[in-house]
C-alpha cells in the first residue's frame, strides 16, 4: 500500500525523480497591487533531459514555494499561457528544456512590454484589444445561407499565402521582444499586424482596404523599425517581421 | 494626412535627396575642398542659376526629410493627443522655417542683394 501511494505521488510529481543534476532556478517574484519592488527567489531544482521550465516553476510550486504566480494550461505550445523572459529571451516554458540553455543558472522572468500582474503572470488587456482591432476574421458579405456560396475554394496557392500566419497561438512573445513596444505605449504590435496580414493574403477576405485603413495610422506599420526580434522568438515559426513587410507592400503600391 | 502617403513621401525624398546630394558633391570636386569654400566660390555658386535651383530643391528635400524624421522619433518617444499634435504641427511649422530661412539665402544671393 506504501510502495502504491510512493508510486502515485511520484508519478504526480512529474519529472523531477532521482536526478543528480541540479540548476539554480531564479523566480522574478514582484506584486505592484502591494509594492513594485522586483527581487529573486532562488530555488535548487533538480532536472532531467526532458525537464522544461514549467517542470521546474511547477516542481517549485508544488514542493518548495506554492505561492509562486504562473500562468500555463496545455503544457505543449499549443495554448499559448505561459510566455515568460528565460534567461533575458522571451520563450514558452513549456516548450524550452532545461538542457537546451546550457546554463546552470536559469533565470525566469515576466515578459517585457506587458503590465505585471504577479510574478511571472503578466496582463494581455492591449495585445488582445489590438488584436480585435484588425479584425480578425473573413469580412465576406457572400454568407453561407446564399445558395451557391457555401463553399469558398482555395488552391493550395491561395492557401500557403497565409497559413503560417494562421499558426499563430497568441502567446505574446511577438510583442515582448518588439523594441518598437516597449516605447509605443500606442503601437499595434507585431502580432496583430502578423494577423491583419493573415486575412488580407486570405482571398476569401474582402475587408482587405477597411484593415489597411486600421494599421495606417501615426501608431500603425510604419512604426516597425524591422528589427526581426519578433520573428525570432515565435514558437510556432510565424514570421510576424515578414507579414509586416508585405503588408508595407500594399500600403506603398507595390502590391494589388 | 495617412501615415503610408507621409512615408511615400519620405522615402522618395530621401531617394531624390542622394541623388542631389551625389550632383552636389560632384561639383564640390571641380575644385580643391579650401578653394571651393572661398567667398567669391560659394557666391559664384549661389548665382549659377540651375545650381542655386538644386541647392534649393536638397534643402527642400532634406527638411521634409529630416522633420519627418524627427516627428517620428518623437512620436515613439511619448504619446498623448496633445503632445502628438504639438509635434506635428511643431515639426511642420520647423520644416517650414528651415524652408523660407535657407530659400531667403539663396534667393538673396542669386539677386545679387548679398
Known sequence: MAAESLQISNEESGTIVSSTKTITLRIARSNPKKNTEQKFDEFKIPYQKWTTVLDAILEVKKHLDHSVAVRYSCRQASCGSCGMKINGRPALACFTKITELNSDVVTVEPMNNFPIIRDLVVGFERMFSNHKKIKPYIINEESEINPGTKEFLQTPEDVEKYIQFSNCIKCGLCNSACPTMATDSSFVGPQALAQAYRYVADNRDKGKDERLKIIDDSHGIFRCHFAGSCSQVCPKGVDPAMGIQLLRGYLLGFRD | ?114
Do not use: D
Open chain 2, 1 to 114: 494626412m495617412r501615415e503610408s502617403i507621409i512615408m511615400k513621401i519620405h522615402y522618395g525624398t530621401a531617394v531624390a535627396a542622394v541623388a542631389l546630394v551625389a550632383v552636389h558633391i560632384l561639383f564640390r570636386f571641380t575644385l580643391g575642398f579650401a578653394e571651393s569654400l572661398e567667398y567669391e566660390n560659394v557666391i559664384a555658386n549661389y548665382q549659377f542659376l540651375p545650381y542655386a535651383g538644386m541647392l534649393e530643391i536638397i534643402l527642400i528635400l532634406i527638411s521634409i526629410h529630416g522633420f519627418n524624421g524627427l516627428r517620428v522619433v518623437l512620436l515613439e518617444l511619448k504619446q498623448g493627443s496633445q503632445y502628438e499634435k504639438s509635434v506635428n504641427y511643431g515639426c511642420l511649422g520647423a520644416m517650414a522655417l528651415v524652408i523660407l530661412y535657407g530659400s531667403r539665402t539663396i534667393f538673396m544671393t542669386n539677386m545679387g542683394m548679398m
